[in-house]
């Protein structure tokens, strides 16, 4: 198996291999069946003669075969090695040798026959004949020489070794030829299927070729592909041929006949082996085609054709033009030019180009199932008639993916030539906008779906030609990037815009804070100043009233501004409780009444006797919003004015109702384009109006985020001059248990008395006083309190509030005293009023401290109420994580921390 095995790696590697030339395998071949047939042939003659010199023989012939194949393995002669193989080894050393050993008798005749094969086999041409002469020359010599010699030179065998001789070099002869033969045979298969593949391949790659291409024979039409069928419009190949006379005119455009200058073409091809010239063919039906040929001569087996490939010069022409047209619109884009405007020319370019009646860009909105035109030409006015509709839309997107195809098949086109006819009429639609044939490119931006670049024609149906839809395929990436680039442009404008906007409203919001916070702090310093150096009561008692107003006013815009950080930030939360509506609406004229009073003002208050007493919602909010709208009416109404105040009820709902709250002013009123911005945070009707009337400008601003975040909407109706009504609408939950609203169609309010009773007599409500606070001295007598504060003058005001409680205080100055003080004497003290923010130790790590005083009974129930500035929800719930019971936020109110007092003393 290892010996057959190693004879098929050498005959795959020396004989089959494609990697040597033919010449050399065939003379490999030769030699590999010589050395056998050489020692076979030898070791008989030995044997039947017993002569040891013919080992000497076989010896030297085998180093001819050597060196033989030496010539052609490293040298390359293989003319020479032939030459040396027929006429050295076979015509003169072998059949010598055979001939001394055997003479006539032997089976030298069969030799004789393999060296004339081997002669046609490895010689080509003329040599052949010269070899043959030879092999007859040398053949006549042999048998000359053997009759002469037969009985003195040839050393004959007995009758026994004559025929095993002639028997061995019939059938070494034999093996020999049949060699030769299937190694032939097998050459010849290889070539074959190589031939076959080839001219699959050829047919493969002509067949479906864009271009003409024909083959001819002996002056006349052989063969052809699809492309030549295509361009000269006939029904099929079999037409081509025998139609091919009349597809070009008598003559060509220079005056001489074609058949003349067709026959010279075709003689100077077989000739010069190519040749390239303009011809003028015709369809047909008579239309004529400029072409440019190429003539090639190509060889057919022994024969010569020439291969002929003709150029459409239409499309040529077509496609220059196009590129042209690319070459300029793309140009239109380059540089700081206005892109809309750039998209607009290169759609008129494109309609041009095309001919066609409108060229548009349109957007598909996905969410309102429709389409939206962008940017249109169209030839003339009675095309500018597009129509949005969403079924163009629903098929734009069954049409196109919505995302963009990544496996290199570029975009899909899509185009009708009739949108009655064609796919049975589902395109008809496209007729309520006046289309008749249509070519749609997908506009992909970002990878999704964004619009279609579309070509209308809508005089009539019209056929597409493929240079149209080439064109328009060509325009989507160009056009796809204009529009992207558009967009940019908006969106860059648009945030460079807003953020101008923002900086000057910023601006001017620091502007007016800067008033709104210094006038009040002006007041209180002043007034500060005048009550210390008044010598009278009565004077002291007024600049401490000027002190409180301008502390509340500076509150409120504290308050605003946390309010607007909130919301900025989302962190304004919705509390709803169970509230009286119209309570609460008492206590907003209670408080704007003053103002009121000041200005000479009327107020009428209407509510609608449908709406429930009792509801549920977030009754902090809404007074906030009432009282921003009714502060607002109050300052731009002049002195005398009237400002309306109506309650409504709108509609039922699943759990309440739909409660409406108007506020009417006959104020200064504002115009259309300030109400536009009137909503927007840091914005004023205009700039002068903080000047003139003050106020921070985030009242409406907040109002409106409030109203939103409550389900609910707000709007304003005005004329400048003519006054304002601000209106909301908010639903809201009925509670479990419900009064009839009061009886008041109306309540006319000109200069209130400053008591409450006056604003409830009024309302209605003078058979329900309010309750007179209870008297709060000496209330904690008694009791300890421990307050941990770190600014002095807040520790004195807290004790200054309480004096009169007799409730006795010991300060910390931190948080780490705070917790030494408890721990040291923790039965003294009986709550614990505690700052967040303190040095050391603050006020929430104090309080885990003390909650963690395991060893101190009261240490796990003592209040401790928080006093901070931070007043966001999250402020208060980490004060509750820490362990604190109760929250009072700063600035302190007397009745805020009395309740609290209250609570956890009494």
């Known amino acids: 198996m290892i010996f057959v095995n190693f004879i098929k790696k050498i005959v795959r590697k020396y004989i089959f291999s494609e990697k040597l030339d033919l010449n050399e395998r065939l003379l490999n071949l030769v030699y590999f069946m010589a050395l056998p047939t050489i020692t076979l042939v030898s070791l008989v003659r030995i044997i039947i003669l017993r002569l040891p010199v013919l080992v000497l023989i076989m010896v030297l012939l085998w180093a001819m075969c050597v060196v033989v194949l030496i010539l052609t393995q490293h040298y390359k002669k293989y003319t020479l090695a032939a030459y040396v193989t027929i006429v050295g080894v076979g015509s003169i050393l072998f059949p010598l040798t055979m001939w001394v050993t055997g003479g006539i008798d032997s089976g030298m ?202 150029y459409d010069l239409r499309n040529l022409n077509a496609l220059i033009e196009q590129l042209k047209l690319t070459a300029n619109i793309s140009k239109r884009f380059v540089g ?87 796919s049975g009429g589902i395109y008809k639609i496209a007729d309520i906008a006046g289309i008749k044939a249509f070519i749609l490119a997908p506009l992909y931006i970002d990878g999704h779906l964004w619009g279609c670049l579309i070509a209308e024609n809508c005089e009539e149906a019209r056929v597409w030609s493929e240079s149209d839809i080439s064109l328009m395929e060509m325009m989507t990436s160009i056009i796809a990037n204009a529009v992207t680039r558009h967009q940019y442009e908006l969106e860059r404008t648009e945030a460079i815009n807003q953020a101008h906007e923002a900086s000057k409203a910023k601006g001017q919001f620091l502007s007016n804070m800067s008033h709104e916070i210094r006038t009040p702090m002006n007041a209180i310093i002043g007034m500060t100043n005048i009550g210390k150096n008044a010598k009278d009561d009565g004077r002291k008692n007024y600049a401490f009233e000027k002190i409180e107003e301008a502390s509340k006013h500076l509150l409120s815009v504290i308050n605003d501004v946390l309010d607007m950080s909130k919301i900025e930030a989302n962190k304004l939360e919705i509390s709803p409780i169970v509230f009286d509506f119209e309570k609460m609406l008492q206590w907003v004229v209670n408080v704007i009444s003053f103002r009121i009073n000041e200005k000479q003002q009327e107020l009428a208050l209407h509510i609608d ?36 105040l109506n309650a409504g009820y709108g509609e039922e709902t699943e759990d309440g109702c739909i409660i409406s709250i108007e506020v009417i002013d006959s104020g200064i009123g504002i115009s259309k384009e300030q109400q536009e911005r009137l909503f927007s945070s840091f914005q004023q009707a205009e700039s002068g109006t903080s000047r003139k009337f003050g106020g921070s400008g985030l009242g409406l601003a907040i109002s409106k985020r409030i109203v939103n975040l409550m389900g609910g909407d707000i709007w304003i109706e005005s004329e400048l001059g003519k006054g304002a009504k601000f209106a909301f609408r908010l639903p809201v939950k009925l509670a479990e248990e419900n009064e009839a609203s009061l009886p008041t169609p109306g309540v006319n309010i000109k200069k209130l008395a400053e008591t409450t009773d006056g604003v409830n007599g009024c309302l209605g409500q003078n058979q329900k006083q309010e309750e007179i606070p209870e008297d709060s001295s000496g209330i904690f007598a008694g009791r300890n309190a421990l307050l941990a504060e770190d600014v002095e003058i807040n520790r004195e005001i807290l004790m200054a509030m309480l004096e009169d409680t007799r409730l006795e205080i010991d300060c910390a100055e931190n948080g780490r005293q705070a917790v030494e003080m408890f721990e040291a004497t923790p039965n003294r003290y009986d709550i614990i009023l505690m700052d967040i923010q303190m040095p050391e130790m603050d006020g929430l790590e104090a309080t885990r401290r003390i909650r963690g005083l395991n060893a101190v009974p009261k240490a796990g129930t003592i209040p401790i109420v928080a006093l901070t500035a931070n007043v966001f929800s999250e402020d208060v719930e980490k004060c509750c994580e820490a362990g604190m019971n109760d929250h009072v936020g700063k600035p302190i109110d007397m009745d805020d921390i009395m309740a609290k007092l209250r609570r956890y003393l009494v």
């Not at 079999?238 to 026959?263: C, N, T, V």
């Not at 409108?358 to 003339?380: C, G, H, P």
């Open 109 to 310: 005749s069969s030799y004789f026959v393999l060296m004339v094969t081997l002669a046609f086999l490895l010689l080509k041409g003329k040599r052949i004949v010269i070899a043959v002469v030879w092999q007859v020359f040398a053949i006549s010599t042999s048998y000359i020489l053997a009759a002469q010699f037969q009985d003195t030179l040839i050393i004959k065998m007995g009758l026994v070794g004559q025929y095993f001789d002639r028997v061995l070099s019939i059938v070494m002869a034999g093996l020999f030829v049949g060699c030769i033969f299937l190694f032939q045979q097998r050459i010849y298969e290889k070539e074959r299927t190589k031939l076959v593949e080839a001219q699959e391949l050829t047919s493969t790659l002509i067949e479906p070729a864009p271009i003409a291409c024909m083959l001819w024979k002996d002056g006349l039409l052989f063969d052809c592909n699809e492309g030549a069928v295509k361009l000269f419009a006939v029904d099929d190949k079999r037409m081509l041929k025998e139609k091919f006379s009349e597809l070009s005119p008598e003559y060509q455009p220079d005056g001489e006949l074609s058949s003349e200058r067709i026959a010279w073409q075709y003689n100077c091809a077989i000739e010069q082996g190519e040749l390239s010239c303009e011809w003028m063919h015709n369809t047909i039906d008579g239309e004529l085609i400029p072409c440019r040929l190429t003539l090639k001569r190509v060889a057919y087996g022994r024969e010569s054709l020439v291969a002929v490939y003709a």
């Open 336 to 422: 700081k030019k206005e892109t809309a405007d750039g998209i607009k020319t290169a759609l008129e370019e494109i309609g041009t180009f095309l001919a066609t009646s409108r060229v548009l860009v349109a957007a598909i909105d996905f969410e309102k199932r429709q389409t939206n035109i962008e940017y249109m030409w169209y030839k003339s006015e009675e095309f500018d008639t597009p129509v949005s509709k969403s079924a163009f839309a629903d098929l734009l997107a069954k049409a196109f993916p919505a995302e963009m195809p990544m496996d290199g098949t570029g975009a899909l086109m899509l185009h009708c030539n009739d949108i009655f006819t064609e």
């Open 609 to 644: 006797k449908k709406v429930p007493r009792m509801v549920i919602s977030d009754d902090h909010r809404i007074t906030q919003v009432v009282m921003n709208l009714l502060s607002n009416a109050v300052k731009f109404t002049p002195e005398g004015g009237k400002i309306t």
